[in-house]
Every structure is written in structure tokens, then in C-alpha cells.
């Protein structure tokens, strides 16, 4: 055990990390990382029944703290501001009330024309090169998430280029040892915030900023609804980019699935499940022990940085079987990390299994022949989203 090492990703070692997570999984499943550049000591998480629990159990597995090792996450963000990622219950719990009801499965279903409308926008674009390679993730996989963070936050159009060049670079921090480039992002992107809720105050929407802006600054501060918008816009562009990118090539990769689609549209809602599973966009993210705790015999002192391995949990064959890392449209899959659990389940994931049952939807019967070329494509950097940066694209 003593010859394996881990070292967050960026970039072409994005590849393929799946013999890895499984070595880890397999030898060593708590395995500890020594300091190193800008992170602190942190022991990593690879199975899926450890990630499982240290996600359920956030009295034990702090967010508080940051969720990389990078032990000055936190120091981006003003007293007030945290991100609602950032908080652990019974504040997470309060905070998340208040923005939870205009992302129930029912009110994200009311956007789904305009997703439609939206994705067939794009993809006349992919018509139009006549079959041409075309960069998907530049025509349609960057620009959707982007288009739906927008309208949950009321965001106005001319304003929303800014988005991927923020989150680009708050993303690559860690990976590229760019700390101060991701806090002059953050930075633009929460002065961007604060103007936002000035305009909103002035000219109300539709809109969760809005929400927020009307509960008013006795129940929630401003500093808050900037914090807010910093976790729609990171959280919600760069992990959809992902996941339909990886989506794009396992379904160029496996026929046999691609063609029980085209047989069977129905097993799309179920697809999304396996391929979010298998993509796990969210490759990874830390949590702070806030007490001694022993895994596997293993014990983690309190303070210590945890890194949950999501996209190895999500294909241990302790859990989903030996062929974990096969694509398997009609897997009944139980439980997975790709969108969180228990507490901390994303907030946003009625939209993305939208977004990406509409872009899936829309690609096969527009495209039913497609194909990416994976060797071609260029991951981008960042140790913590998985995700194509281009990817040529041929009908």
C-alpha cells in the first residue's frame, strides 16, 4: 500500500482516473495525503459506503471549513457570505428553506418548453455546419447550464458572458496553483452579485434572487444572496458542462445503449441516473472532521480535511456490482453522490435531470447517429469538475 499516491487532477489527467480510484478503493480505502503547496494534510474517502456516511453525518463531516484542502478557502469570502454549500445544519437547514420552493420538481417542470426551445437554438447550429465537426461543448454543453442558472437568478442577458470566465478560474485554483487568479474572479463574480440585488430591489422578478431580496435584510443579508448567487453560478455551469460532455461520449462509446434509447425513449429518465453516476461531475470535494473519527481502522484526528472521492464511490463494485464501470441504461440505481445526499443534496438537481434529459432527448432525435471524438477533446483544468472544455462533434 505504501507505492499509491493520490494527487488532485486538472486537465488531461482527467483522462481516465477510473484504474486508479479502483486500486485506492481496493487497497487503500482511507488513504492519507501529506501536505503539499497551498493544501494542508487530508485523508481521502473512495469507497462508496465511507463517502455515504461522512456525506449523511455533517456533524462529524463539517462543510464549514471549505470543501477543498486548501486550508484558506475560506478566506475569499467576507463574515456573512458563505455559501449556502458552506454551512452545516441547522443554518444550511434555515437558509435552504427560503430558496427551496422554486426548485421542486414541479415548478423546474414549467421551464421545460423554454429548455427545449433553448436546446434546438443551439443545435440548429450543429444543422447548419452540415456535418462539419462542431465544438458541442462551445454549441450547446456550455451554454445551456449557463442559460438555466440565468433564469433561476433573473440574471439579464447582456450581463451573463461573464459567467463561464469567473467560474473558469475559480475552478482551475486549486489544480493550477492559482489561488489569487480564482479570488479576483470570486471577487467580480460577488461584486456582480451585489448589483444584481440592487437591480432586483428596483425591478423585481420572477426570480430566486428576488425571493430573497423580498424576505428581507432582517431574515436574510445581502451578503448572503451574493453568497448564494457565487454557488448557483459555480455550482450549477461547470457540473452540467460535465456531465453532458461525459454523457455525449459514453453514449458514442456504448451503441448498444445509444440504440436502446433510440428504441426506447422512455428509458430516458432512468438513463440520466446511470450516466450522472458514471460521469460524476463532481469528482470530489472536503469536508472537516469535527471530532477524532476511526474508519476501516483507520483513525482521523478532529480538524483534518476529508477528501470525499465521489467519482470512485459512484463505481465501487461493492455497490452497484462488478460492472460498476459498464454503461447500463437500465440499471436500477438506489442511491448515489453524483448530486449529494441527505442534507446537503443539491438543490438544483430537479434541473439538471431536466437539462439533461431535454439535451440528451434533443441530441438522439435530431442526431441519432452522432459521435464525439473523445481523443480529441480537451479537459479542463481543476481538481474537483470533471469536464470536457471542447470536444469536436460529427453527425
Known amino acids: 500500500m505504501g507505492d499509491i499516491t493520490f494527487a488532485l487532477r486538472g486537465g488531461e489527467a482527467w483522462r481516465s482516473p477510473w484504474a486508479d480510484y479502483r486500486r485506492l478503493r481496493d487497497e487503500s480505502p482511507v488513504h492519507f495525503v501529506p501536505a ?14 465511507d463517502v455515504f456516511r461522512a456525506v449523511r453525518d455533517t ?4 462543510s464549514a471549513q471549505g470543501l477543498t484542502p486548501n486550508a484558506d478557502a475560506m478566506t475569499m469570502f467576507d463574515a456573512g457570505q458563505e455559501p449556502i454549500v458552506m454551512m452545516d445544519p441547522p443554518d444550511h437547514t434555515a437558509m435552504r428553506r ?24 443551439c443545435l440548429d447550429r450543429v444543422a447548419d ?6 465544438d458541442i461543448v462551445d454549441v450547446l454543453f456550455k451554454p445551456l447550464p449557463s442559460f438555466i442558472v440565468a433564469h433561476y437568478l433573473g440574471v439579464p442577458a447582456e450581463t451573463r458572458a461573464n459567467f463561464d470566465e469567473w467560474t473558469n478560474a475559480i475552478v482551475a485554483a486549486n489544480a493550477e496553483g492559482s489561488f489569487e ?9 460577488l461584486g ?33 444572496i451574493i453568497g448564494f448567487v457565487f454557488t448557483m453560478v459555480t455550482g450549477g455551469n461547470d457540473t452540467m458542462t460535465g456531465m453532458l460532455g461525459g454523457s455525449a461520449e459514453l453514449l458514442t462509446d456504448h451503441r448498444d445503449q445509444r440504440r436502446l434509447l433510440l428504441d426506447h425513449p422512455e428509458l430516458l429518465t432512468d438513463a440520466v441516473e446511470e450516466l450522472l453516476r458514471l460521469t460524476s461531475p463532481v469528482q470530489n470535494l472536503a469536508r472537516t472532521t469535527t471530532r477524532d473519527v476511526e474508519i476501516r481502522g483507520v483513525t482521523i484526528p ?30 436500477d440505481i438506489d442511491k448515489m453522490l453524483s448530486l449529494g445526499y441527505g442534507a446537503h443534496h443539491c438543490l438544483g438537481a430537479s434541473a439538471a435531470r431536466l437539462e439533461a434529459r431535454v439535451a440528451l432527448g434533443r441530441l438522439l432525435e435530431r442526431f ?22 471542447s470536444l469536436p462533434f460529427t453527425t
Open 36 to 49: 503539499a503547496g497551498d493544501n494542508t494534510d487530508f485523508h481521502v474517502l473512495s469507497r462508496f459506503a
Open 59 to 62: 456533524e462529524t463531516f463539517s
Open 98 to 121: 427560503l430558496v427551496g420552493k422554486q426548485m421542486t420538481p414541479r415548478r423546474v417542470s414549467q421551464i421545460e418548453d423554454a429548455v427545449r426551445v433553448f436546446v434546438d437554438t
Open 129 to 134: 455546419a452540415g456535418g462539419s465537426p462542431v
Open 181 to 189: 487568479s480564482a479570488m479576483d474572479a470570486t471577487m467580480a463574480l
Open 192 to 224: 456582480f452579485a451585489g448589483e444584481l440585488i440592487e437591480r432586483k430591489k428596483a425591478e423585481p422578478g420572477e426570480d430566486l434572487v428576488t425571493d430573497l431580496v423580498e424576505v428581507g435584510e432582517d431574515v436574510v443579508s445581502a451578503g448572503w
Open 302 to 331: 478532529a480538524g483534518e480535511k476529508v477528501l470525499l472521492l465521489y467519482g470512485s464511490a459512484n463505481r465501487d463494485e461493492r455497490a452497484f456490482g462488478e460492472d460498476a464501470g459498464e454503461c447500463d441504461v437500465r440499471r
Open 368 to 389: 441519432p447517429g452522432f459521435e464525439v471524438d473523445a481523443a480529441a477533446g480537451r479537459f479542463a483544468p481543476g481538481g474537483f469538475v470533471r469536464r470536457y472544455e
